[in-house]
């Protein structure tokens, strides 16, 4: 009985080898704690760019809701996310294509 078996994880995944942030630089979207303020707002926008022109943000954004806690994923810092996951608003999320 192979119905009920998950998926390959290469089909699950296969999105992420599509995303506009594959040849950004890692620390753009996992940064340390290290900036703070302005600096770190700054590092988060840039990210939320590049997320803009992304061809699997919607994917990408249902991914990081659904088990991510660090990084920018779908658009959305971790931050946004727990607000997202308790039912909250976000204001300033990249937005879905
Ligand atoms: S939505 Fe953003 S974080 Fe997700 S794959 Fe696309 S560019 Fe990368």
Redo the contacts with the bound molecule.
Sequence with gaps: MTTRLPPPLMDAYEW?SR???RTAATGL?FDSDAKRGARRARQEEAAKQ??LG?P??TQ??AHGLACEDYG????LTAKERAVLRSGGVVSNPAHAA
């Design positions: 992420q995303g506009a942030c979207f590049v997320c992304c699997v943000l990408c954004r920018i994923w779908g658009g």
